[in-house]
C-alpha cells in the first residue's frame, strides 16, 4: 500500500501543492470540507500517478478555472479543472457526464439526496465503497 | 439538495465513468486521499513527539538518532534522510530556521508554511529571534535561552517540545492531539490540555 503511494511523481506534485494554486490547509495538513472534495483530489492524483494525467496540464487549467472565477471555493475549480483537462484529453465528454449525473439523480431514495436532503448529513450512502 | 450534494454527485459521476473506463481504480483513490490525510502531515511529528513524552527509551534513541527513531514509526523516506531532533528545556528554548531555501523535516512535519520559506522569516530568526517569536505570539521568558538550529540538507531539525503540566494522566492520541506543527518548529509551545 505505502509503496503503490510512493509512487505518485511527487517531486513535481508536491512541489505544486504549496506553490500559487495550493489547496487550503489547516497546520500543514490538507483541509476536506466535505467527502466530495477529498475524492476529486483523490481522482486526479489517481490520474497523474498513473500518467493518464500529467500534472503539468491539470495545473495549468486548474490555474486558468480559478482566474476565470477567483470567488470560486478552491475544490470546485478543482474539480471543473479535471472535467476540463478530461474533455481536452478527449476522455470523458461533458454530455457523458452530465448523462451520469441525471442517472444518479434518479436513483431510488435511500441512495441519493433528494428526498431526504433534511434527514441525513453529507457523505453518507454514495457507495464508494470506503 | 444543498450544493455540496449537487457537487458529490457530480464528482461521483465523473468517478464512475473513469472507473467503467478503466482509467481510475476506487481503491487506488483511496489509497491516495488517505497518504495525504494520514502521512504527509505534522501529525506525524506529533505522534513521535508524544511517544518521546511517554517512553523514555524512545526519547534517547529520538534525540541520538532522529532519522532511525522516527522510522521505527514508519515515517521515512529520501526528503527524512537527516532528521536531528533537538529537545525544549525549562533552560532552553530551540526554533527551527533554513536560512538558505527550505529545508524541512517532510515526512514528520508536511510541508512548510509558507512563512518558514519567507526571506524575513529567514533572516529575522537569526538576527532577532527573541523578537520574532514574540510577534509570531510566543515570549520567551527572560531566564531561557533561545538557540535557534540553521536547517539543511545535511540536518533537519525536528523541534520537541516541552512536555505541558497536566497532562501525565493522558493517552498518546491526546498527548500528540497538544503538539501542533509551529510547536515542532519552535515558535509555538505545546497547547495545554482542555480541562
Same mark, same amino acid.
Given at each position: 500500500?505505502?509503496?503503490?503511494?510512493?509512487?505518485?511523481?511527487?517531486?513535481?506534485?508536491?512541489?505544486?501543492?504549496?506553490?500559487?494554486?495550493?489547496?487550503?490547509?489547516?497546520?500543514?495538513?490538507?483541509?476536506?470540507?466535505?467527502?466530495?472534495?477529498?475524492?476529486?483530489?483523490?481522482?486526479?492524483?489517481?490520474?497523474?500517478?498513473?500518467?493518464?494525467?500529467?500534472?503539468?496540464?491539470?495545473?495549468?487549467?486548474?490555474?486558468?478555472?480559478?482566474?476565470?472565477?477567483?470567488?470560486?471555493?478552491?475544490?470546485?475549480?478543482?474539480?471543473?479543472?479535471?472535467?476540463?483537462?478530461?474533455?481536452?484529453?478527449?476522455?470523458?465528454?461533458?454530455?457523458?457526464?452530465?448523462?451520469?449525473?441525471?442517472?444518479?439523480?434518479?436513483?431510488?431514495?435511500?441512495?441519493?439526496?433528494?428526498?431526504?436532503?433534511?434527514?441525513?448529513?453529507?457523505?453518507?450512502?454514495?457507495?464508494?465503497?470506503? | 439538495? %444543498?450544493?455540496?450534494?449537487?457537487?458529490?454527485?457530480?464528482?461521483?459521476?465523473?468517478?464512475?465513468?473513469?472507473?467503467?473506463?478503466?482509467?481510475?481504480?476506487?481503491?487506488?483513490?483511496?489509497?491516495?486521499? !488517505?497518504?495525504? !490525510?494520514?502521512?504527509?502531515?505534522?501529525?506525524?511529528?506529533?505522534?513521535?513527539?508524544?511517544?518521546?513524552? %511517554?517512553?523514555?527509551?524512545?526519547?534517547?534513541?529520538?534525540?541520538?538518532?532522529?532519522?532511525?527513531?522516527?522510522?521505527?514509526?514508519?515515517?521515512?523516506?529520501?526528503?527524512?534522510?537527516?532528521?536531528?531532533?533537538?529537545?525544549?528545556?525549562?533552560?532552553?528554548?530551540?526554533?527551527?530556521?533554513?536560512?538558505?531555501?527550505?529545508?524541512?523535516?517532510?515526512?514528520?512535519?508536511?510541508?512548510?508554511? %509558507?512563512?518558514?520559506?519567507?526571506? !524575513?522569516?529567514?533572516?529575522?530568526?537569526?538576527?532577532?529571534?527573541?523578537?520574532?517569536?514574540?510577534?509570531?505570539?510566543?515570549?520567551?521568558?527572560?531566564?531561557?535561552?533561545?538557540?535557534?538550529?540553521?536547517?539543511?540538507?545535511?540536518?533537519?531539525?525536528?523541534?520537541?517540545? !516541552?512536555?505541558?503540566?497536566? %497532562?501525565?494522566?493522558?493517552?498518546?492520541?491526546?498527548?500528540?492531539?497538544?503538539?501542533?506543527?509551529?510547536?515542532?518548529?519552535?515558535?509555538?509551545?505545546?497547547?495545554?490540555?482542555?480541562?
Amino acid at each position: 500500500m505505502t509503496e503503490q503511494a510512493e509512487q505518485i511523481p511527487q517531486a513535481t506534485i508536491e512541489g505544486d501543492l504549496e506553490g500559487p494554486v495550493s489547496p487550503p490547509r489547516d497546520n500543514g495538513a490538507i483541509v476536506f470540507a466535505a467527502p466530495w472534495e477529498r475524492r476529486v483530489f483523490g481522482i486526479v492524483l489517481a490520474l497523474c500517478r498513473d500518467g493518464r494525467l500529467p500534472w503539468e496540464d491539470f495545473r495549468q487549467q486548474l490555474i486558468a478555472q480559478i482566474a476565470a472565477d477567483p470567488d470560486r471555493p478552491y475544490w470546485e475549480s478543482w474539480a471543473a479543472a479535471l472535467e476540463a483537462v478530461l474533455s481536452t484529453a478527449a476522455a470523458l465528454q461533458r454530455d457523458e457526464v452530465d448523462e451520469r449525473e441525471h442517472t444518479l439523480l434518479a436513483r431510488p431514495a435511500g441512495h441519493d439526496h433528494r428526498d431526504d436532503e433534511h434527514g441525513h448529513g453529507h457523505g453518507h450512502g454514495h457507495g464508494h465503497g470506503h | 439538495m %444543498t450544493a455540496d450534494d449537487v457537487r458529490a454527485i457530480r464528482v461521483e459521476a465523473v468517478e464512475s465513468l473513469l472507473v467503467e473506463k478503466g482509467l481510475v481504480d476506487s481503491a487506488v483513490v483511496d489509497r491516495i486521499v !488517505e497518504h495525504y !490525510e494520514n502521512n504527509v502531515g505534522p501529525l506525524n511529528g506529533a505522534k513521535v513527539v508524544a511517544r518521546a513524552w %511517554t517512553d523514555p527509551a524512545f526519547r534517547e534513541r529520538l534525540l541520538a538518532n532522529g532519522t532511525k527513531a522516527v522510522a521505527e514509526l514508519g515515517f521515512g523516506g529520501p526528503e527524512g534522510s537527516m532528521i536531528v531532533a533537538i529537545e525544549n528545556t525549562p533552560e532552553v528554548h530551540n526554533v527551527v530556521v533554513c536560512t538558505l531555501c527550505s529545508c524541512y523535516p517532510w515526512p514528520v512535519l508536511g510541508l512548510p508554511p %509558507t512563512w518558514y520559506k519567507s526571506a !524575513e522569516y529567514r533572516s529575522r530568526m537569526v538576527a532577532e529571534p527573541r523578537k520574532l517569536l514574540g510577534e509570531m505570539g510566543l515570549d520567551v521568558p527572560a531566564t531561557k535561552k533561545v538557540r535557534v538550529w540553521d536547517s539543511s540538507a545535511e540536518a533537519r531539525y525536528l523541534v520537541v517540545p !516541552e512536555r505541558p503540566a497536566g %497532562t501525565e494522566a493522558l493517552g498518546a492520541e491526546e498527548l500528540a492531539s497538544l503538539v501542533s506543527r509551529d510547536s515542532m518548529i519552535g515558535v509555538a509551545v505545546a497547547k495545554e490540555p482542555t480541562p
